[in-house]
């Protein structure tokens, strides 16, 4: 293990922060707490704490405080506001007591914070008080885990560490492990640090660097020992699966996400291939040691306490399907039993949804579920994670985890489950793809979708460094929608890394200005290539993923007012719109029984790419009227905008008894209205 302490950069980030009125003290601690956050092989995702005690100024006086990271918080990019001041006096008060139960630890914790609208404090600040030295570093290394979670832990601990590391026996985060602890330190004062057993490591010192370098040092002494005692694997290659990534990823995301009578969520499914999973798969206790529990108890509420494990070789392709559905649904029972057998341990707990987060198909990869992309994300980097330290800990010697009993009081631990973010949005749990993203009405239209909390992926003609809009938060790919190959190869990528789809929004369109005079065949399949052709393979592509996953689905298209009320010298365009008139309710005919809406959006005259100044002005010269009039020709005489085209399509998207449906965006036109 490497340090990655540079005296140039602490000394930076100090005056860097003096200027922003925060002490060295603070600006230390962020700086090694960023440190250890941005490796993956000691923190993940909100993991491990730090701490610093130092002083502040309250009013006149100068005030003693811990500064602790707070609940959730990802070191990786932790700044003075991921930290909470505690009056350290009063925390340590709370040592005389002898029991203290969770909500009155947590009420005390409010109670003495500086200022209450700082971010909880994490639930071991009592640890971190408890202990006397200035700078307190909590780690789940990957390496000490894979040590101490074994039969005999405290046996490896002496022999590899000595009597630097104090030995704290497993027992749930809160007061009791805090007094448990501070009992242990005060019997060996001279440690540098403590091994909680199936946990973690803490290490502490009187600056920062001497913490921080204590936590390298330990970590590397781990690595070494796994390193030269650690039996090698014969590695097994398992020959080519018969189904893909992509092909498996809709028929799990259909049995975890199509239980509807309990009100289960849709969710994202997330592909990886890690570097070693032949090494994985090849371990012959595979099976004992996966489904042992977490290696460290923070993991469960992140990825279960067991994965699915899933073997097709043998297993017939057109087979595969039902099996899958097979084992899901034996997993999903497995753990209505477990929540029953322990349910007696928290009365008041509610059973989480009893699908698995990871899925680990021998020969092929990892799957990760979660209620969205970031979730599904957050859990395969803990899952892969959690299985690189299951082998590491079997190759030393047998892995072994927590009881039942302390993964089920972990699960569903209030505490812990708090830190878990849940989404209210409508649309959460939801793909939708956007063909024409990059553009106005596209972009538009991904916004609102987006905020509505559906991932979204743009597709659009541009290579990603040529479009002028922000895609943060969402994904594009580069498709061209008139060439069926290309959409399908990127419904593999969009399958892989989400799942499926569950909202096709068709919107990729161009429009061309002629009379059918003057009109050459050329510019007319032009036409009719991406203004139906394109919506036709996209739609044709996107309903297969929908009809695996069978959870129904919602198509819209952006059809356009030109499919019924034609306009002068606008042939070219209307035509295949017109058309595709007609292919969204031949689609919306031939497949309800599937549960897959059709519905369109008839707009008109809103200014976009498409309808550029330059096509305002040919179309209003068309009409014998000004560019302005020509804008706001409606009843209501307003000028159309891209938001309420996506508003339109959002609206059709949540009406779920509605389809072959057209709705008019334009502001009141009677010639072109619909029933």
Request: hydrophobic fraction near 35%; include cysteine.
């Amino acid at each position: 293990m490497k340090s990655n302490w540079n005296n140039n950069k602490a000394k930076k980030l100090i005056n860097d922060y003096k200027s922003k009125g925060i002490n060295k003290d603070l600006a230390l601690r962020i700086y090694t707490s960023q440190l250890l956050g941005k490796n993956s092989e000691m923190v993940l995702h909100g993991g491990g704490n730090t701490s610093v005690k130092s002083t502040i100024k309250n009013l006149k006086n100068n005030q003693d405080v811990i500064f602790v990271k707070g609940s959730g918080k990802d070191m990786a990019n932790i700044d003075s506001d991921g930290f909470a001041a505690l009056e350290i006096n009063n925390l340590n008060k709370l040592k005389k007591y002898s029991k203290i139960d969770d909500y009155s630890m947590i009420n005390f914790q409010r109670k003495f914070m500086v200022d209450t609208t700082n971010l909880n404090p994490s639930v071991e600040t009592l640890l971190h008080a408890f202990l006397p030295y200035k700078y307190v570093d909590h780690t789940h290394s990957n390496a000490i885990l894979s040590l101490i979670d074994q039969p005999k832990p405290e046996k490896i601990c002496n022999k590899v560490f000595g009597k630097k590391l104090a030995i704290v026996p497993y027992i749930m985060p809160g007061f009791d492990l805090a007094k448990l602890a501070s009992n242990i330190y005060k019997k060996s004062p001279d440690v540098e640090g403590l091994i909680l057993l199936y946990h973690g490591i803490f290490t502490f010192g009187n600056t920062a660097k001497e913490s921080y370098d204590r936590m390298i040092k330990y970590i590397s002494i781990a690595e070494n020992e796994l390193r030269k005692n650690s039996k090698k694997i014969q590695i097994q290659k398992y020959r080519e699966n018969k189904i893909s990534a992509s092909s498996l990823s809709n028929i799990i995301r259909k049995n975890i996400s199509n239980d509807l009578k309990d009100n289960y969520e849709k969710r994202i499914v997330y592909f990886y291939k890690p570097k070693f999973l032949d090494e994985l798969f090849s371990h012959p206790n595979i099976n004992n040691f996966s489904n042992q529990g977490p290696v460290t108890p923070d993991h469960v509420i992140r990825i279960k306490s067991k994965p699915l494990i899933i073997d097709l070789n043998k297993i017939d392709e057109n087979k595969i399907p039902k099996y899958l559905n097979k084992e899901i649904s034996k997993y999903k029972l497995n753990y209505i039993k477990y929540f029953k057998n322990n349910s007696h341990i928290n009365k008041s707990a509610k059973m989480l949804d009893p699908y698995p987060r990871l899925i680990i198909v021998k020969g092929l990869g990892i799957f990760s579920t979660g209620k969205n992309f970031n979730d599904a994300k957050i859990a395969m980097d803990v899952g892969l994670n959690s299985m690189k330290v299951k082998l590491n800990a079997a190759k030393y010697g047998v892995f072994k985890s927590i009881s039942e009993k302390e993964i089920f009081r972990m699960e569903y631990w209030p505490l812990e489950l708090s830190k878990l973010k849940k989404s209210s949005k409508k649309l959460a749990g939801n793909i939708t793809v956007v063909t024409g993203g990059a553009g106005v009405l596209g972009y538009a239209t991904a916004k609102r979708f987006l905020n509505e909390g559906s991932e979204v992926i743009l597709l659009d003609i541009k290579d990603k460094k040529n479009i002028d809009c922000d895609v943060k938060d969402m994904t594009y790919y580069k498709c061209d929608v008139t060439k069926e190959n290309e959409v399908a190869q990127v419904f593999k990528k969009i399958s892989e890394k989400f799942g499926g789809v569950d909202i096709l929004v068709s919107n990729a369109g161009i429009a061309i200005h002629s009379s059918l005079e003057k009109l050459s065949r050329k510019d007319l399949n032009k036409s009719f290539d991406i203004n139906l052709f394109g919506h036709h393979n996209f739609i044709k592509q996107g309903i297969k993923i929908m009809k695996i996953q069978n959870t129904g689905g919602a198509v819209l298209l952006n059809i356009s007012k030109q499919s019924v009320n034609p306009a002068p010298n606008f042939g070219a365009y209307g035509m295949p719109k017109a058309t595709l008139f007609y292919l969204m309710k031949q689609y919306a005919v031939e497949n309800g029984e599937y549960g897959i809406r059709f519905n369109g959006i008839n707009a008109d005259r809103i200014k976009s790419k498409l309808l550029n100044d330059k096509l305002i002005n040919l179309r209003a010269k068309s009409r014998g009227v000004s560019k302005e009039k020509y804008m706001m020709g409606n009843l209501l005489n307003v000028e159309v905008k891209p938001e309420d085209v996506a508003d339109a399509f959002y609206f059709l998207a949540i009406s779920k008894k509605t389809t072959a449906c057209v709705l008019t965006v334009d502001g009141g036109k009677v010639e072109a209205s619909l029933r």
